[in-house]
Each structure stands twice: as structure tokens, then as C-alpha cells.
């Protein structure tokens, strides 16, 4: 059974048949002081630690040994539980990503937006500033985006010239 050092004090301590009143007076200490070390809201110093070692007629390597043993058991369950932090936070990253990733949605956007002239402007650059590096199509959202902003430039162009009839010849005939 693995024991702190404030059980291995009160368990040393009864084994002796002491009181904690009698620990404190042959230490020069008061009962609280031992009590608080019995209750493990402090430690003794090394000095006291030494004279409890000579009371109880153990040595200091007995008193803190169960401790040792509880030390190594609370690494190892510290380095298990970050383990599985790291673990939990990767599971919890990759739900999160997939659940918010809106890249298709945008992919699908941009292309549609590439067809339609005036909204089609608008589309593309809602969609290149919704775009966030953890869509799984980031960049392809942003090289689709472009291309639509271009087409639909173009395709302005080409109205605006129609409109105003740059470009055309007419031929007459002279009489």
C-alpha cells in the first residue's frame, strides 16, 4: 500500500505508542505543527525530518520511501495523462476541422461564381476572405477564387464592350 509521508509520520508515530503532544515537546515544536505534517498541509524540514527519524528509530530513507514509490507512480500517471491529452486534443482538433470545414462549400462557390457575371465578383471574394488555413482545400479555394474574379473581369469587359460597341466594324457600301 503505498502511503505519503504525512501517513508514514502518523503510522511511525503510533507505532512508538507517541501522541503528537509528545512528538511536539521532544522536538520543541507545538502539536499543530506535527498535526499539519500527520495532515499533509506541510512537510518538515530536513533538521526535523532527521530528529523524527531518531524518535521513531527509523531511518529517513523508510520514512520518505513509500513516498519515493508514490512519486514515481504519480510521474508515470502524469506522463500517461499527457499522452492522452495530446491524443484527446488531436481527436478533438480533427472533429472540430472537419465538422467547421467549409472548403467545398466555397469550392463550389467560387466555381459557380466564375459562370455569373456581376454576382459573380462578389461570391468570389466572400469566399476567398471566408477561406481559413484549416480547410482541407485552402489553397485550391484561393486559386479558384482568382480564377473567377479573372473570368468574371473578363466576361465585364466583354459586356462593356458590346454595350459600347468597341470593336465592331461596320461596313458600308458607297455608291
Do not use: C
Not at 9 to 25: H, I, M, T, W
Amino acid at each position: 500500500m503505498n502511503k505519503s509521508l504525512a501517513n508514514q509520520l502518523q503510522y511511525y508515530r503510533k507505532l512508538q505508542g507517541f501522541s503528537q503532544n509528545d512528538v511536539a515537546n521532544k522536538l520543541n515544536l507545538s502539536r499543530q505543527s506535527v498535526s499539519k505534517w500527520e495532515n499533509g498541509h506541510t512537510y518538515p524540514d530536513f533538521d526535523n525530518l532527521l530528529l523524527l527519524s531518531e524518535l521513531y528509530q527509523v531511518s529517513v530513507d523508510e520514512l520518505l520511501q513509500e513516498n519515493k514509490k508514490l512519486k514515481k507512480e504519480i510521474y508515470k500517471n502524469n506522463t500517461e495523462i499527457k499522452e492522452t491529452k495530446k491524443k484527446l486534443k488531436f481527436i478533438n482538433k480533427k472533429i472540430n476541422t472537419d465538422i467547421k470545414d467549409e472548403s467545398l462549400f466555397l469550392l463550389i462557390l467560387s466555381g459557380i461564381s466564375s459562370f455569373i457575371f456581376p454576382l459573380g465578383l462578389i461570391l468570389a471574394v466572400i469566399s476567398i476572405l471566408k477561406n481559413k488555413k484549416s480547410n482541407s482545400y485552402y489553397i485550391l479555394v484561393y486559386v479558384i477564387s482568382i480564377f473567377a474574379i479573372l473570368l468574371n473581369l473578363y466576361d465585364g469587359y466583354i459586356h462593356i464592350a458590346n454595350y459600347m460597341n468597341w470593336g465592331n466594324t461596320t461596313i458600308e457600301q458607297i455608291k
